[in-house]
Structures are given as C-alpha cells and as structure tokens.
C-alpha cells in the first residue's frame, strides 16, 4: 500500500514508470500494476522530473519593485545603491511577507530547493533574522540555504566583516562575498583570501558574487580557483555572475578554465539578469555579458542556471519558473543542439542540485518524494512551453495543481481546443 502513485509518466531519461511514495520517500519506481494507494495521479503522457532547484536568489528583496524607486539605469551599481535605501525603511515582517508570497510562487512552480543570499550589511541585521524565519516556515516544502551576503562590500563597508560573521554565528550556511564591489583589485582579491579562510575554518559552502562586470580584468575568479585548492573546498565552492568572463581575453581564459576545473569550483550563470544589466555602457556591437557556459561545460566545470531576482531593485520581471531561466539561458549561450537543450533542463534540476549538495535528490528508491508532473512530453518539450505544473510533490505530501495549458478556439473549419504540444508520436 502506497500513499501515493503517479502512474506510467515518462522520466527525463525516456523511460516509463510508476512511481511509489511511502511518506515522505519514494519506495519504488517501476510498473505498479494495480498496487493500491492513498491517491493515484494519472501522469500518462506527461514528464514526471525531479523538482527545479535555484542555485542563486535574493529572497531578501524579492517583490520589492518599485521601492522606493525604479532602477532608471538598469545597472547593478545603481540596483546595489537602491537596495541599500530600500533596506533602511523596509521592515523585518515586511522582508517575511515577501518572501514568503515568493515562495509560494516557487512551489506552485515546483521550485523546492532556493539557495538565497541574504545581505548582512545592515548593522540591525533584520534580513538575517527575517530569512531564518522564512527558512523554518517553509521547511517542510521548500529546503532553503542562505548565504551570508556583504552587499556592500565585505571591505567596504566598514562594519559588514563583523555582520557577516555574526549572521553565520546565527545559523546562515554558506559564506558569501563580492570581491568585484571592494574598493581595489587588492582588496576584492584579499576579501576572497579571507572568505575561504573562514569558509575551510567554519567547514561551510561558498558561493561569492564573482566579476559581475563586463571588466575583462575582473579576474578574481582566479583568486578564487587558487584559494579554494589551497583550502582543499573543492566541490563545496561556486563562483556566481563570472560575466567578466564574457569579455576576458581568450588566451588567459585557456589558462583559467582548466585552474577553475582543477579546484572543482562551481559556476552560476543567471542569464535573465545578466542579459539585462550587462554591457550597459556599450554602444554597438553590444556585449552579453553571459559567462561561457559550454566552454566550461566541455571542461568539466559544473555549471547551473540561477534565477537571481525577482521583481527587486535589479530586475522589474521574472515568475519563479526555473523554465525562464533555463529558457533564456540556451537562447544566450545559443545552447542549440538536442544533447544542449536537455542539458539546460538538467542544469536547473540534477546539476543545481549538486551545486547545492542536496542529500537524497531525485527520482530513485529511497529519494525525498519530490516531484514534479509536467503538461510536456520530454524536457525539450518543458522548455519549449514552459509547460504547466500539474502536479508538485514536495516531501511525499501533494502541494500544487495547475489545469493544462491548452486554449478554447473559436474559428470557423479550425479545431475546438488547441494543444501546442507535439503531436503524439
Ligand atoms: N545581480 C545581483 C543582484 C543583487 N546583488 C548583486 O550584487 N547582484
């Protein structure tokens, strides 16, 4: 006896199963025949995937568009001067409200993993104390890790050293920075001297805003690649943005990829705001900014798509769907073939996931139960439609349904409903 099955979806791999849940675990994925459960979701058809994970978000400013004022550059520099009057008056219930208001978003959209930076420049400390709160409410649907996030400048900002150790006293996971917004090449490259110093010290995760510039000599990557060796944090360490990497010289990054793949760093693209704040002082030829995404890939890098914003100082749209963001992401990094594009789908389900470390992930016997059912036929597919949610899955527990996507037509000689998935076979 089963809690519940979802009957006969077709995998990401292809393949056609039956999946058990026996609480909050999956006990078996194979043909159930007629096994009794609690509940049986018809999946026929339909993509049954591990539920999408956000390697890199602001939970702490999300929905706050327009507050006090609208970034009228679109630049990062003048979002980061926005954020920080906005982070003055906002209150620590109003932080919670937001985001928890996101966080239903993202599990309607079967978004069950967030890795949000949380900006501990802000002497009162309310983001860290909202976000920890946040991170208990939703626990039971939606596994949060947060990062200890100097905002202004782990250096520069003459109090964000104490704050920042503070708020991972107080329980934050993983150590965060952002060597490119130090007031000198010398201090950015210090700043990650220091942050994986206290990351190998405190046995954590690091994860920094790294070379969100369009400076081909922003290269604190580097710094980043022999600090992570020296502290031997392969597989705990991630570079997110790397746009600078967009505009480097192509001999120094045949030097750099390899040194990035040799530390086992990882690399978080957040394509929606990147194509959107990058190369804003270019005339034309206009840069993208995107990081190189399959050039790292070929060298082994592991490499995730993040969403980064939502309705903030940074960036006015964006819905939570990981589909979005992976969408955008293979239309910048022109990730065009068949293997490319299912890729992008494992980019924002099994690959972020290992970014984030997450244990028991996936869809296997005595995994988490967490899934999701999608009105697609295979992963290109999802991506194509950014294709409804059907069913969630969070924790052996049904938390979300969306009605299929297809539309009412009224057209003389044409057919009553449209569906704009493949046609079958
Ligand atoms: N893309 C970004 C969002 C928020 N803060 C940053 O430094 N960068």
Not at 130 to 146: P, S
Not at 194 to 206: N, P, Q
Not at 219 to 242: F, K
Not at 324 to 340: I, L, N, R, Y
Request: charged share 25%; net charge negative; proline share 5%.
């Amino acid at each position: 006896m089963f809690d519940i099955i979802v009957k006969g979806g077709a995998l990401p791999d292809g393949s056609i199963a039956d999946i058990g849940i026996k609480g909050d675990r999956i006990a078996a994925i194979e043909a159930l025949g007629d096994a009794e459960a609690g509940e049986v979701i018809d999946a026929s058809g339909d993509l049954v995937s591990p539920p999408f994970v956000d390697p890199h978000f602001h939970l702490d400013a999300t929905l706050s568009y327009g507050q006090p004022r609208i970034n009228a550059s679109g630049t990062l520099l003048e979002g980061i001067a926005l954020w920080g009057e906005l982070k003055q008056v906002t209150t620590e219930e109003e932080m919670i409200d937001r985001a928890l208001t996101y966080c239903d978003w993202a599990a309607s959209m079967g978004l069950l993993a967030i890795r949000s930076h949380v900006d501990t420049c802000d002497d009162s400390l309310k983001g860290v104390r909202a976000m920890l709160a946040v991170r208990e409410t939703v626990k039971d649907y939606i596994d949060l890790q947060l990062v200890a996030f100097p905002q202004d400048g782990f250096y520069r900002d003459p109090t964000a050293r104490a704050n920042t150790l503070a708020a991972l006293d107080m329980g934050l996971d993983v150590v965060g920075g952002i060597p490119h917004f130090e007031r000198s090449m010398q201090d950015g490259a210090e700043s990650v001297r220091e942050l994986c110093r206290i990351a190998a010290e405190r046995g954590l995760r690091i994860d920094l805003h790294c070379d969100e510039s369009d400076d081909p000599m922003s290269r604190h990557i580097e710094t980043l690649a022999q600090e992570v060796t020296r502290h031997g944090l392969a597989g705990r360490a991630t570079g997110s943005h790397l746009t600078s990497m967009h505009s480097m010289d192509n001999y120094y990054v045949s030097k750099l990829l390899p040194l990035i793949a040799e530390a086992g760093i990882a690399a978080i693209p957040n394509p929606l705001i990147n194509i959107m704040i990058q190369g804003r002082h270019d005339t034309f030829p206009k840069r993208r900014g995107l990081t190189r995404v399959k050039e790292m890939q070929a060298h082994g890098i592991t490499v995730g798509w993040g969403q980064d914003c939502v309705r903030d100082p940074w960036y006015s749209l964006g819905t939570g769907d990981m589909l979005d963001v992976a969408f955008m992401g293979m239309h910048v990094a022109q990730m065009s073939s068949p293997e490319e594009m299912a890729r992008c789908f494992d980019m924002v389900t099994n690959q972020n996931a290992a970014i984030l470390g997450l244990a028991d992930y996936g869809l296997h016997v005595g995994a988490t139960a967490s899934l999701v059912v999608l009105d697609a036929a295979d992963p290109i597919e999802a991506l194509r439609l950014r294709a409804a949610r059907l069913a969630v899955i969070s924790k052996g527990r049904v938390i979300a349904r969306s009605p299929r996507m297809d539309a009412a037509l009224s057209l003389p000689g044409r057919p009553a409903t449209i569906r704009r998935r493949h046609a079958p076979g």
